[in-house]
T-cell receptor
């Protein structure tokens, strides 16, 4: 299957700082990328959908000024958590697909801990 | 809009026993159905999917799922589990009309005991 790489796998940052998470499609052009958040023992919550070259579409309740998503190329999307707080600590997962493909491929996730 | 219900949050089972993880969905449109597996601190891996055709789909590692339209179910089964099958399993549904954005169930933790 297609490969999606997410970096870093884990990150610890201080409260008030910003942290960037990268999601790359390694062997295909990702026209659409998705960002999810997962709390312990819970399902994936879709945060936003981004199409290459367009502004991301955020799900209700997700602060777009706090979770900045950029999808500047067909192989890279970034999620920046700005002014992070301990409640932002979570597991963040990206997925990507190409046009008309019925399946999205997932990155390995990023464990963010804000201290 | 679609929704997915995974009735069991946790399923303990002994090694080599059969297992069934239940998944029911609701949707007003035609759907695609998926099962994903997640190992600790990792992303999701596709286990199997139903898009069309035969209602029984199989994975390479012995899992199978059957799409039952009348019961709106897509239960996952394996006749004999291994310790290595211990993981979190997510059922997902997406509309077949073009957006393909999956909606996930809350997950079922399969715990295989020796």
């Amino acid at each position: 299957g297609a490969v999606v790489s997410q970096h870093p796998s884990w990150v610890i940052c201080k409260s008030g700082t910003s942290v960037k998470i990268e999601c790359r499609s390694l062997d295909f052009q990702a026209t659409t990328m998705f960002w999810y958040r997962q709390f312990p023992k819970q399902s994936l919550m879709l945060m936003a959908t981004s199409n290459e070259g367009s502004k991301a579409t955020y799900e209700q309740g997700v602060e777009k000024d706090k979770f900045l998503i950029n999808h500047a190329s067909l192989t890279l999307s970034t999620l920046t958590v700005t002014s992070a707080h301990p409640e932002d600590s979570s597991f963040y997962i990206c997925s990507a697909r190409w046009t008309r493909n019925t399946e999205a491929f997932f990155g390995q996730g990023t464990r963010l801990t804000v201290v | 809009a679609q929704s997915v219900t995974q009735l069991d949050s946790q399923v303990p089972v002994f090694e080599e026993a059969p297992v069934e993880l239940r998944c029911n969905y609701s949707s007003s449109v035609s759907v695609y159905l998926f099962w994903y597996v997640q190992y600790p601190n990792q992303g999701l891996q596709l286990l199997l999917k139903y898009l069309s055709g035969s209602t029984l789909v199989e994975s390479i590692n012995g899992f199978e799922a059957e799409f039952n339209k009348s019961q709106t179910s897509f239960h996952l089964r394996k006749p004999s589990v291994h310790i290595s099958d211990t993981a979190e399993y997510f059922c997902a549904v997406s509309d077949s009309g073009g957006s393909y954005i999956p909606t996930f169930g809350r997950g079922t933790s399969l715990i295989v005991h020796p």
